[in-house]
């Protein structure tokens, strides 16, 4: 691959981050536009200009501050732009500049604002899931990574295995343990990654949950009441089966043998 190429691709990974960022912050928002008002320090609103706003080099050359009120800037914003810029850069190395390394840019842009909005508000939104769904089967005509078939088996079962668990935890402990939107994710991962990705899928985003969940209940000391969001588990299991798919593979051969 050419190192030109790859350099151009974590640019337009860092600048579509900068845009990530902002539908981060007002998607959430009743009402929120992620178009108007233009970019503006969350503090003191004050507009930011061009030089301000240009990803990972202003904050760096404002040391993590507003440049107007002086105030910290959540480190949140470079980390979802080089984030963004190197699974932008890592797509095309491992499919090229092809339709299938275009669909799942665009799968690894909704995880990340998936992430970040549940990890602080706990929802994972419709308006990035359900679309999410139909674009993963349409976009798997397209793909070389699955067929058709395996796509839509992957987001019936997807969607059916979380509904399930959620049915017989709400049946048995009379309270909701997973919320529709974990659903409707798992359902998306299978949509674009098909059906072959949800064993992985869920057996590492349970582990890693459960790890996380039991720290936190000794943190918070709530008991069975602690409450961790489960997306962010789901969806850095996504992104590790899309990128290592065959080693995992390779791994489970190795094992069985």
Known sequence: ????????????????????????????????????????????????SWSENIPLISYIVLRGRCGHCHVPISLQYPVVELLLSVLTASVVYRFGLTITAAGFFLFC???????????????????????????????????TFISWQDSLIGLLVGGGILYTIALIYLLLRKQEGMGGGDIKLLAMIGAFLGWQSLPFVIFISSITGSVVGLLAMIQQKKGGNTRIPFGPFLSCSALVYLFFRNDIFRLLQLYFQ
């Open 1 to 48: 691959m050419d190192p030109l190429i790859l350099a151009i691709s974590m640019i337009f990974g860092a600048i579509v981050g900068s845009f990530l960022n902002v539908v981060i912050l007002r998607l959430p928002e009743e009402n929120g536009s992620v178009v108007f008002p233009p970019s503006h320090c969350p503090r003191c609103k004050t507009p930011l």
């Open 109 to 143: 842009a909704a995880l990340i604002v998936i992430i970040w909005i549940d990890f602080h508000h706990q929802i994972i939104p419709d308006v990035i899931s359900l679309p999410g769904i139909g674009i993963g089967f349409v976009f798997s005509f397209f793909s």
